[in-house]
């Protein structure tokens, strides 16, 4: 039998574990560095950004203005070159990749930017047909998809208008048509709704999620606009260049359901619950591992994501079987409050998947609550 | 069929590649101006000796140029006469003398004084002209006498036509000095001068002796060798200098110094448009000229041309973000650079056309717009235009996308 060890750094909340089999990663960010300017004038914009985007997913970057989300989203849309670090997209590495690949990787994109830079002299059609064009798209099936988009778009009646006869916000339409005209397999978006009303910024984020669902279209958006939260898979919370958070929705709240369901947990606040969540990191064990061992000083606390464990307790030395736990169900408590060893010994009996919290983080969720010691110490008396 | 968006942007903002286009004419026009100008140096050196009927020329080895021709002795022209190839070998005398403007019907007596100008005079044999032109092979016959002269219409008005602006019909009979001595004008006839002289005049030999008196007769400027049909034309120029003794401009002089030189039609006319064209301050003031109106419209066109990409940066941006290579934007950007040359150009060739005739009657230069100059121009418009697209577009070639909107 082997020890565990840690041998992922990667938050639970991720969502990098949650489905077991791994989806393609669209992209992937690993200690990505980023400067501006030269010599003394250089000035450090992103500080070993690491990031994960799956097929499909739909993620909203937020932040503070000057806090990198821009210029995160413009590397990974080829629009600037890879200082430091990696960066994959599509599958493809974009750092020292050449002119050609890059120019084959933008075909892929949709970008969408804070400034729409429609031509003056096209026609909204000539402008969303500039990216059907480049990608040898039939003229029927342009036409089609342009008209459809721009009418889905609440534009069906300005189709032929040339941009100087149309609003703000119905610029910033046309520059969204054209983004989505060729079914990227990403779709990069700088603030797509800042110059749109609810219902069209509505209508803008449901086409999102369409394409998203769909065809499997990956859509990362930078926005302050807090009417389209809802729509986010994953959230990434950048300051001054560094990612702060980044957050899977839905395995967030996954979390949060395994956690309510136990009395010990129930009574805390869906933030606290939410803190908790974003401070547990994976861990993984082979059927077989020992994950921890009896009279080892406790220093996690392990809820399982996904796969099975026995708990087994040595006394007098025999071996008995006490328990069998599965998915949703946690362990390691004991030690971390009673700041004794462990009390017994949990063995993986298949390939599991840990979430785990530190010693120092649990008790900092100890402390949220008044009733939270009482609560778990009658729970740990119940299970002994 | 692609969106033509080089056309859709000059077409859109029509003020603005007005402007363009202003700025295009106004280059090409500038450049066709000194082409003008080196064309009429150019053609100053050759429009007399495109009038002389020869093949091969004999001229001392001491010539100048047109209106400094140097001597040789006349016996040369009728050895080179007795070679087999040779057609007719004959005399032509030309010179600059002084003219004095004749007096005006009107004009009462004392109260005139007129005007000594500088001019050509040429001399012909009236039976047997050296010249080309129909016209002057027919006049050239009523030179009979020796104090007869025939007046170039093109010579410029201060030399006297009675109607004060041109010589014509009216000016037949009229009397005048040329040289020191009286003659009078029998006829007109057009050949014009260029740069070298305001006016010129034909006379017979005679007369040529009376204009020019300081030069004996026995002594010609030029000598117009024809050839017999199906002759070698460098085996009698070869024969014919070998006769008349090579040519020795260093070294120790030998025993027959050489007085003749014998050149071709051809030899002639580059040596004499390299003497005007480089070796004239004239011709190079107007060589230079070409240079600083190209430089000034590339200078221009790149403004205009900067300005326009520019205003559009974000959107050529925009376009390279989406996958477009950059040698789709080379096109694009080239395909308006020679589109606002084509049509930049029409009007301004006009216009030059117009400021050519405008000029040569004013000035007496032989300004003309030839073929050659016409696509000289056009290529030169279109490259300015290319390179400075090219230059324009530079920045959108080694920014990021991102630096760009």
């Known amino acids: ?384 | 069929m692609k969106t033509p968006l080089a056309w859709k942007n000059l077409v859109h903002n029509k003020v603005r590649t007005a402007v363009a286009l202003a700025g295009v004419g106004f280059a090409v026009i500038l450049i066709f101006m000194q082409m003008g100008f080196k064309g009429a140096v150019k053609k100053t050196a050759t429009q007399i000796y495109d009038a002389l009927e020869f093949d091969l020329m004999l001229r001392s080895p001491t010539y100048l140029h047109l209106t400094d021709p140097r001597t040789f002795p006349r016996e040369r022209i009728y050895q080179a006469a007795s070679l087999p190839g040779v057609e007719a070998s004959r005399p032509f005398y030309l010179g600059l003398t002084e003219w004095q403007a004749p007096q005006p019907p009107d004009a009462k007596l004392g109260d005139w004084q007129g005007e000594w100008r500088g001019i050509i005079c040429m001399g012909t044999d009236p039976a047997d002209p050296a010249f080309r032109p129909a016209e002057i092979r027919e006049k050239v016959k009523n030179l009979t006498d020796s104090s007869f002269l025939l007046i170039d219409r093109k010579s410029k008005s201060d030399f006297g036509p009675s109607n004060g602006e041109r010589f014509g019909e009216l000016d037949i009979g009229v009397k005048t000095v040329l040289g020191r001595e009286r003659f009078q004008i029998v006829d007109t006839f057009e050949l014009g001068t260029g740069l070298a002289a305001n006016g010129a005049c034909l006379t017979n030999p005679n007369g040529f002796a009376k204009a020019c008196y300081w030069q004996p007769l026995q002594q010609v400027n030029l000598g117009l060798v024809t050839l017999t049909p199906g002759a070698d034309i460098h085996q009698v120029q070869n024969a014919i200098q070998q006769l008349l003794g090579p040519v020795q401009l260093e070294g120790p002089p030998t025993a027959t110094p050489a007085d003749v030189e014998v050149l071709t039609r051809d030899e002639v006319r580059v040596r004499e448009e390299k003497r005007w064209v480089k070796e004239t301050p004239l011709g190079f003031i107007f060589e230079i000229g070409v240079y600083v109106a190209l430089f000034v419209g590339v200078a221009i066109v790149y403004q205009v041309l900067s300005t326009d990409i520019a205003n559009m940066m974000g959107e050529y941006a925009t376009l390279k973000a989406m996958g477009y290579t950059n040698g789709y934007l080379t096109s694009v950007v080239l395909q308006q650079s020679v589109l606002l040359a084509l049509v930049g150009y029409v009007p301004s060739i006009l216009i030059s056309w117009a400021l050519y005739y405008i000029v040569s009657s004013a000035s007496g230069m032989p300004m003309a717009m030839t073929w050659q100059i016409a696509s000289i121009v056009l290529g030169l418009a279109i490259l300015m235009c290319v390179l400075s697209g090219l230059a324009a577009l530079r920045k959108l070639f080694q920014a990021d996308p991102a630096d760009l909107f």
Do not use: W
Not at chain 1, 296 to 305: N, T
Not at chain 1, 337 to 348: E, L, Q, S
């Open chain 1, 1 to 384: 039998m082997t020890t565990a060890t840690p041998n992922l750094s990667l938050p639970a909340t991720s969502g990098a574990y949650a489905d077991g089999a791994q989806l393609p990663k669209t992209v992937k960010v690993g200690g990505l560095n980023h400067f501006f300017g030269d010599g003394e004038q250089r000035t450090q914009a992103l500080f070993d950004n690491n990031l994960e985007v799956r097929r499909g997913e739909i993620v909203i970057m937020t932040g503070p203005s000057g806090s990198g989300k821009t210029t995160l989203l413009t590397l990974i849309g080829t629009l600037r070159t890879v200082c430091e670090g990696s960066l994959q997209v599509l599958g493809n590495e974009l750092n020292g990749a050449s002119r050609d690949d890059i120019n084959h990787i933008r075909r892929d994109m949709g970008f969408i930017f804070q400034a729409h830079n429609l031509f003056e002299s096209l026609t909204a059609f000539q402008n969303v047909n500039m990216a059907a064009e480049l990608q040898g798209i039939s003229r029927k099936a342009a036409k089609e998809r342009i008209e459809y988009l721009l009418t889905r778009l609440d534009l069906g009646h300005r189709i032929h208008y040339k941009p100087n006869s149309l609003s703000g916000g119905q610029k910033q339409r046309v520059a969204i048509a054209r983004g989505l005209v060729h079914r990227p397999k990403l779709i990069l978006a700088d603030e797509p709704t800042a110059a749109l009303d609810e219902k069209t910024g509505r209508e803008v984020v449901t086409l999102f999620q369409e394409m998203a669902k769909d065809e499997g279209c990956t859509v990362i958006m930078v926005t302050h606009d807090n009417r389209i939260l809802d729509v986010a898979d994953r959230i990434v919370n950048m300051v001054q260049g560094h990612i702060r958070s980044d957050v899977a929705v839905v395995e967030a709240s996954v979390i949060c359901e395994f956690l309510r369901q136990y009395p010990l947990f129930a009574e805390l606040t869906p933030n606290t619950l939410t803190d908790m969540a974003d401070k547990m990191m994976v861990r993984q064990s082979e059927p077989g591992e020992v994950v921890i061992r009896q009279n080892d000083p406790g220093d996690l606390f392990y809820l399982i994501r996904a796969g099975h464990v026995e708990v087994i307790v040595e006394e007098a030395g025999k071996s008995e079987k006490v328990a069998e736990l599965g998915q949703g169900q946690f362990f390691g408590e004991a030690a971390l409050i009673t700041k004794k060893p462990r009390n017994a010994t949990v063995i993986a009996t298949e390939e599991t998947t840990f979430y785990t919290l530190g010693q120092e983080d649990f008790q900092a969720v100890l402390d949220q609550s008044k009733t939270f010691e009482s609560e778990l110490r009658s729970v740990l008396a119940g299970r002994t």
